[in-house]
């Protein structure tokens, strides 16, 4: 529930008389305001060449930001974030010390991070502060988009991937690296988690499903690999090194699905 303070009442109603257009929502912080201002009214409330904004930014003698409302989760945390361009928005889960959060990943170009984080983090601790008032998301975290992991990773190797993805699940990036290129960049991984802000892990790229899947589990000995009509791959490993290819946690057979899913439209993957 957004809870209001009478000051905050009266922030609203003054934006609202002087601009004509309906605020949701208004937080305060330090020396600024930001009111969330309702869909398809952002033109009004900020004024031809932004002078409704300025007029109430030297009445209420702080700084005004806007964020337009949204209906969904992923498009307001896009406006929260703006300037900064958010190319997309997933909304998942997280077990944080045996609890359950709600965390909503931003695709922001990676040298798009500090606009969209703001100076001592402000914008982005702002962006996670609205959302959290409006929907039922507790955290805002920023992943880097495809085509920058992409250039990052041909930029701190001289290797560029085939493709790139986030992995939510284990909040990793995953860098497909062309046929024998994968120890090449794996050897950069300390220097692109820097770069990238999360764990990388590479996989060699393979054109097809069996073979991309045997790379995902690999170091297993992946023996062969029998995708069904419904869409269900099943995969053959030696007994003694199923606990290889599931991986810490599972982490190693969620790598696979995750990446037959994305690339081969795989509903599944299992150890036959």
């Known amino acids: 529930m957004i809870r209001l303070s009478d000051e905050d009442r ?11 257009a309906t605020v949701r929502d208004c937080v305060r912080d330090d020396d600024r305001v930001v009111f ?28 005004v930001e806007l964020v337009e409302d949204a209906d969904d989760p992923a498009t307001f945390v896009a ?23 709600i965390v909503a990943y931003a695709e922001v170009n990676a040298a ?3 606009a969209a984080i703001g100076r001592d983090g402000r914008n982005i601790e702002m962006a996670e502060r609205l959302t959290a008032r409006h929907f039922d998301v507790d955290a805002v975290e920023l992943v880097p988009e495809p085509e920058s992991v992409v250039e990052t990773v041909a930029e701190e190797t001289g290797t560029e ?8 699940d284990d909040e990793r990036v995953v860098v497909l690296a062309p046929a024998g290129s994968r120890e090449e960049i794996a050897t950069e991984g ?57 991986g ?11 990446l037959g899913a994305a690339y081969y439209g795989l509903d599944d993957v299992e150890l036959a």
Request: glycine share 10%; hydrophobic share 40%.
């Open 248 to 258: 810490t946690g599972g982490k190693r057979i969620r790598l696979a699905r995750l």
């Open 190 to 246: 300390d220097a692109l988690r820097t770069a990238l802000g999360w764990p990388v892990v590479v996989v060699g790229y393979a054109s097809d499903a069996p073979d991309l899947l045997a790379n995902a589990l690999a170091p297993a000995d992946v023996t062969n690999v029998t995708v069904s009509d419904s869409g269900v791959a099943y995969v053959e490993v030696p007994e003694d090194e199923r606990g290889l290819a599931i």
């Open 36 to 63: 969330v201002v309702a869909a398809g009214e952002m033109a009004d409330a900020i004024g031809p060449q932004g002078r409704t904004v300025s007029r109430i930014e030297d009445r209420v003698n702080r700084r």
């Open 79 to 101: 406006n929260a974030l703006r300037p900064a361009p958010v190319y997309d928005v997933s909304v998942g889960e997280r077990e944080d010390d045996d609890e359950t959060e």
């Open 161 to 168: 991937p085939v493709d790139a993805l986030f992995d939510a």
């Open 112 to 114: 798009d991070f500090g």
């Open 10 to 20: 009266q922030l609203i109603g003054f934006f609202e008389e002087e601009s004509g």
